[in-house]
């Protein structure tokens, strides 16, 4: 698989760790001294529940499955103290 997130297409959903994450856009910058990051919109949902609409921003497929794995675990963790109204992100 390709290390650029270009062959993500909007919107989607992928299940990490059981949970699934909706990928709404994907947009791409190139910073002046050449290096790509990958801003990425989504949510994550549980059940009826899901969180508001935030970004990420990373560089290729390996940063945004760690990312995503730390956001899955503090949503999963704010909903079991019973505080979804957090910001994400």
Known sequence: MS???ESIIPPMRIII???PVNIYE????TLINGETWYHVYLSIGIGKNESRRFSL????????????????SKYKFMRLIGRQDLVMG
């Open 57 to 72: 921003s990373v560089r290729n497929f390996k940063e945004l499955r760690k990312k995503l794995l730390i956001e899955v």
């Open 26 to 29: 994907v947009t791409k910058s």
């Open 3 to 5: 290390n650029r997130l």
């Open 17 to 19: 760790d059981n949970t």
